[in-house]
């Protein structure tokens, strides 16, 4: 409930809105109340046709009929009134919810492109998929959608109760003394269920698991002939949750008929009662009707109410979720230089200063690393996995911030530079290939958005992905699925590539840019790049260490600390851990 | 759908009793109206105090009759439903397990879970509601019509009419909806997928600067799934206030009608009272109906989705051949392969053999079919054309279990499942030794690794996650060698290892006293230049057989693999330039 003033907030923009739609509201609810009411009124004018005789005259006879026929004729035009109140009203609560969904998510879509990427390499991206989608709509659908069936369903309880109340007194008590338990009943069961529930979703949360597991690696289930044991296994879960889901599944199913029930005694109870008024002359036979009418319909608001209270505990829990997210702090360029467009002439002198860096705060991961790289160089980075090598490149990038030290770029510290200006000095290159939903050209495009066809064909072409282009079904225009759907890893990569051939950056980071290509194309590759790189200062990490031989800087890594630095022959000269790791691919049996 | 109906054979007897148990409460229900009509004619206009004690002891009663009819129909539809499901999940897993690779690629793993997960949940949910609903809405909304008759014939002409029209209006409405909730599915996709993307490829959009246009075609989905969340939202809101109207018109003419009726005597003030509640009744029925029918549509969605997976059939029959000895351990014969769903061959015309205790390296660029080529020999995928043999026997006449029991693969991901080491390893082979444990894993270099969890009996996390790739990497060979298979693979299975262990694991293979032949796919020369005999493929085809020295020789792709990892890159650079243009 903390965030509720937040909540109110969303809200506010559409103020008038909701409060046309509580007037709507009102309107339906009442209108359909007083229905029964002279429907009522007209029973008892058939009662009065009748009861005085075959000694009535004429006159009163249609007099009779004129009085049941006004009845009818408000009864129509309540009826209609109250069914436009309510389409209007549903047509506004849909405007308002998906409208705050909307704009929510747009929100929370924008917060993600200013995250600090320690936030989302820490929280896997289903987790943030699900806040995005899920609890944005379970929020907007539990709060407002529950909001106005709340409101409308006090309405229709207060409503009610008065008009009882103006008919008979002590009927009208005894149904309000009697409705709140098919209340107590409902929720009486769905806290004895509620354990149930709660064992069952344990036990399914442990099948998907097994699922996930067995099935999403069946192939090597398959390989050691594991299926049988496997099925043995999820078989006695199966078992399990059977036996829970039945209880669970049982129990809470008794909630309608008990409050069913619960509602057939105060039924019965007014039929008793208002009889006797009936009898005792204080009440007529039309009004009973209007008051058995009033106390079936009594009870289902309170039956919604119920309802309504869980998927509001729910919408609470999920703006609470959002709300969150959406306070998580955000990056922010510090100071903004005030002449970014100096940009063209980067020279490309690279200086990390006693730089230190942890990404848990207290795991140093990095410590008083120190490194100039002067314009035009080449800097290869090798080591061991988990040596510290991808995170070099996440300082660099400022995908995450140094925690001591400074890095500067011709000078200037990186950090005084915006994200954006940092950024576009660079041209990277990952492992781990992305793929945009579109088509081959938009995939190329992103490396420079203003580029013409032919460049970005020219591109391809430096860096040997046009022939594989070429023979897709629409070429340049096949559009591809998100992930890349039927492009090898080696293929993804080559496109990845031909961004930055394109983008033709100032400098250049390749993190294991070519490690799913085969060495012969990637040879082709890295003359390109050499081309390219020409007195251009460049990044390259790899594991192959083959491809860095020809590198300015070879810096060797261990443990976060740079172990080793010197070219190619310098380190085989001094014969340390590089000297060692370069001959074991000399080594055979 | 109707192929899933099996799974209800077992509780047949439920599946009479819970919708006959609600019909029951319905039937009791249907009386309401008559006692309060008999109340009012007889009690309240006959002035008999006893007939109002004994319609409220009536109404109390029937009740209570309606509450024990349905709480025996809940259970009984509760313990159908639950048994539809877990033998529907029993049978689902036990047919994906038999699937083989071909229609596992093709499926898709994120599918059979979906399948196996929600969309069961979905369907136990679907039959739950089927068997309570399906006889009750129907027989009350006929019920109600029929005691309409009994009461007055000339009034209950318009329940027939109110009925066909409000079944229209309702139902069209639904089919509306069911297309409308379809788009509304698709804009929803579409947005969940552009935030997933954006997601993904983070550090991509990061470096090139495109927030802005990433948050733009956000937007532009997010914007549609609004427009058409509020068409459907619109359409799905008339159903209350139309069939509202619909059922007070008819009450109000049917008060009408009643009015003349009562007048001349036909009709008595309790049974017009009646008639005005089975109307009500049957409007609340109605409603009930409609939303089981959109429950049930789901249902049936997700049931048609679990059925074509069990349509899918293994394409891959087993044989069962008596194991003859000989010499040679793996012959390729002709070996084509196409994967389903692909128009060019993987692999073409492959033929060579391998005698027993050979160590084959098989090189060659990304996508030239290397593992394709394995693959082939544990029956992973069949040969489109040609034939394999292991011991001179073709591997389709093997059982998978003989074939694979036979053939240990390391795949090129490796994987640990939750439990312990030990439990890992026990899957190569049951009941081994202590000795056999400590050998697999000191061959497989995973010792340290082992030690550092506390040794064979050290947790592993769902999917291995609380081990590095590397580790991984080892303690997966460490099972496939436990199981002491005469032909071991290993499958580009120590690329996350660096040169020095990578050499000490070739090592320590190269000394297993039972002698495997051994199967090394690599990209790296280092890997495989000491192999008895080098497989050199290029798209598919086998350019080079050999040893390292005559390849180098001999086999131009070889060499330039070669070059390309030790030599000086120019100069092959340029050689392969000149090829290309």
């Known amino acids: 409930m903390k965030n509720f003033g937040r909540i109110l907030k969303y809200l506010k923009r559409n103020i008038w809105l909701m409060i046309l739609a509580m007037i709507f509201a009102v309107i339906s609810a009442v209108s359909a109340l007083f229905i029964p009411f002279f429907i009522g009124d007209a029973i008892d004018g058939i009662a009065a046709l009748v009861s005085e005789d075959m000694a009535m005259s004429a006159e009163s006879v249609s007099l009779g009929m004129q009085g049941i026929l006004i009845d009818l004729l408000v009864t129509a035009c309540l009826v209609i009134e109250s069914a436009i109140s309510l389409q209007l009203m549903s047509v506004i609560n849909n405007k308002v919810t998906y409208k705050v969904v909307r704009d929510i998510r747009s929100e929370a879509f924008a917060k993600v492109q200013t995250l600090p990427l320690g936030y989302l390499d820490r929280h896997p991206s289903g987790e943030v998929v699900s806040k995005i989608i899920t609890d944005v709509e379970q929020f907007a659908d539990g709060l407002l959608l529950g909001f106005s069936q709340f409101f409308t369903s006090v309405i229709t309880i207060v409503g009610t109760l008065v008009l009882m109340l103006t008919i008979n007194v002590r009927v009208a008590l005894l149904v309000l003394v009697l409705t709140p338990m098919s209340f107590f009943v409902a929720k009486f069961i769905s806290k004895h269920t509620y354990d149930m529930f709660k064992v069952q979703s344990q036990t399914r949360a442990q099948q998907t698991a097994l699922i996930d597991e067995i099935i999403g690696n069946e192939k090597v289930v398959k390989s050691f002939c594991h299926e049988q044991n496997a099925l043995e296994q999820f078989d006695e879960i199966n078992e399990r949750l059977r036996v829970c889901s039945l209880k669970a599944v049982f129990y809470s199913s008794l909630t309608n008929p008990c409050t069913r029930f619960v509602n057939a005694v105060v039924y019965a109870v007014v039929a008793l009662t208002g009889g006797f008024a009936v009898l005792s002359g204080g009440l007529s036979i039309g009004m009973l009707s209007t008051l058995l009418c009033y106390a079936n319909q009594y009870t289902k608001p309170f039956n919604e109410i119920t309802g309504v209270i869980t998927e509001l505990q729910n919408a609470f829990a999920c703006a609470d979720r959002i709300f969150e997210f959406l306070d998580e702090k955000i990056e922010k360029d510090t100071r903004v230089l005030e002449d970014e467009t100096v940009a063209g002439k980067v020279e490309g002198l690279v200086e990390m200063k006693d730089v230190a860096f942890s990404y848990v705060a207290d795991k140093p991961l990095i410590e008083n690393l120190n490194l100039k790289v002067l314009p035009g160089q080449n800097v290869a980075i090798v080591g061991p996995t988990g040596c510290g090598k991808t995170t070099l490149i996440n300082l660099l990038m400022r995908f995450y911030d140094v925690t001591a030290g400074s890095i500067s770029i011709d000078g200037t510290e990186i950090r005084d530079m915006s994200r954006h200006e940092l950024r576009s000095r660079f041209g990277m290159v990952l492992q781990e290939t992305w793929i945009k939903e579109g088509t081959v050209l938009d995939n190329i495009l992103i490396g420079k958005k203003d580029a013409t066809r032919e460049e970005a064909i020219a591109a391809a072409k430096e860096v040997h992905a046009h022939n594989f282009i070429k023979r897709l079904p629409q070429g340049y225009d096949t559009v591809l699925e998100e992930d890349g759907g039927g492009l090898s890893v080696g293929q993804k990569q080559l496109l990845c590539i031909a961004r930055v051939m394109l983008m033709q950056p100032s400098m250049l980071i390749l993190d294991e840019a070519t490690s799913n290509i085969d060495t012969r194309t990637e040879i082709l590759i890295s003359r390109a790049f050499n081309k390219l790189m020409e007195n251009r200062t460049s990044f390259v990490v790899a594991h192959r260490l083959s491809t860095i031989k020809n590198a300015d800087i070879i810096l060797v890594m261990k443990d976060g600390h740079i172990i080793e630095q010197g070219n190619h022959e310098s380190l085989l000269a001094k014969g340390g851990f590089y000297k060692e790791l370069y001959m074991s691919q000399y080594q055979a049996t | ?581």
């Open chain 2, 1 to 581: 759908m109707k192929k899933l109906l099996v799974y209800l054979k077992s509780s047949k007897k439920e599946c009479i009793l819970a919708p006959l148990f609600k019909m029951l409460e319905a039937s009791f229900e249907l009386f309401i109206p008559l006692v309060i009509a008999n109340l009012i004619d007889k009690g309240l206009k006959g002035g008999q105090t006893s007939v109002i004690v004994q319609s409220f002891g009536l109404l109390v009663l029937l009740g209570l009759i309606g509450l024990v009819a349905a709480v025996t129909a809940q259970y009984f539809a509760a313990k159908a439903a639950v048994n539809f499901a877990t033998e529907l999940r029993h049978s689902l897993f036990e047919h994906l397990l038999k699937l083989g690779f071909p229609e596992i690629d093709n499926i898709g793993t994120s599918t059979m879970i979906t399948r196996m997960t929600s969309d069961v949940n979905q369907l136990q949910n679907g039959v739950n509601m089927f068997l309570r609903l399906f006889l009750r809405s129907p027989f009350v909304v006929f019920g109600a019509m029929i005691m309409a008759f009994t009461i007055d014939v000339k009034s209950a002409a318009i329940f027939l009419i109110i009925i066909i029209v409000l079944s229209i209006v309702v139902f069209g409405l639904m089919a509306i909806n069911v297309r409308q909730v379809k788009n509304v599915q698709k804009k929803l996709e579409n947005v969940t997928s552009s935030t997933r993307e954006s997601l993904k490829g983070v550090r991509v959009i990061r470096a090139f600067c495109l927030e802005q246009e990433e948050t733009q075609e956000f937007n532009n989905d997010n914007n549609l799934l609004m427009k058409a969340l509020n068409r459907a939202g619109n359409i799905a809101a008339l159903m209350n206030p139309l069939t509202y109207v619909m059922i007070n018109m008819a009450i109000i003419y049917l008060i009408f009608v009643g009015t003349n009726q009562v007048s001349e005597g036909l009709l008595t003030q309790g049974q017009v009272v009646a008639l005005y509640n089975y109307m009500s009744q049957i409007l609340v029925e109605l409603i009930k109906l409609a939303n089981l029918i959109v429950l049930i549509n789901k249902a049936l969605a997700c049931g048609n989705r679990v059925e074509s997976v069990f349509e899918i059939e293994a394409s891959q029959k087993e044989g069962s051949a008596e194991v003859p000895r000989n010499e040679e351990a793996v012959r390729f014969e002709h070996a084509s392969l196409v994967y389903p769903e692909s128009s060019e061959e993987t692999l073409t015309d492959i033929n060579f053999s391998v005698a027993k205790g050979e160590t084959v390296g098989i090189i060659g660029g990304t996508g030239s079919g290397k593992s394709s080529l394995v693959h082939l020999i544990p029956r992973f995928y069949d040969a489109t054309a040609g034939n394999v043999y292991v011991d001179g026997v073709n591997v389709n006449e093997y059982s998978f279990e003989q074939l694979r029991k036979k053939v240990g693969v390391v795949m090129q991901k490796a994987v640990l499942f939750k439990g312990t080491i030990k439990s890992n390893m026990d899957w190569a082979m049951e009941n081994a030794t202590e000795a056999d444990y400590t050998e697999a894993i000191s061959n497989a270099q995973a010792t340290e690794v082992a030690e550092g969890k506390g040794g064979i009996d050290g947790e592993v996390e769902q999917a291995g996650k609380n081990y590095s790739g590397g580790q991984r990497q080892r303690l997966s060979i460490a099972r496939t060698l436990l199981g002491k298979p005469q032909i071991l693979i290993l499958d580009d299975s120590s690329s996350a290892l660096d040169y020095l262990t990578d050499y000490n694991l070739r090592k320590a293979i190269k000394e297993l006293d039972y002698k495997p032949t051994v199967f090394i796919v690599s990209q790296r020369s280092a890997s495989i230049m000491h192999a008895d005999k080098i497989v050199v493929l290029d798209d598919g085809k086998i350019v080079g057989i050999g040893k390292h020295e005559e390849l180098l020789k001999t086999c131009q792709v070889y060499q330039e693999i070669y070059e390309s990892q030790y030599c000086d890159q120019n100069s092959i650079a340029e050689n392969a330039e000149k090829e290309v243009r």
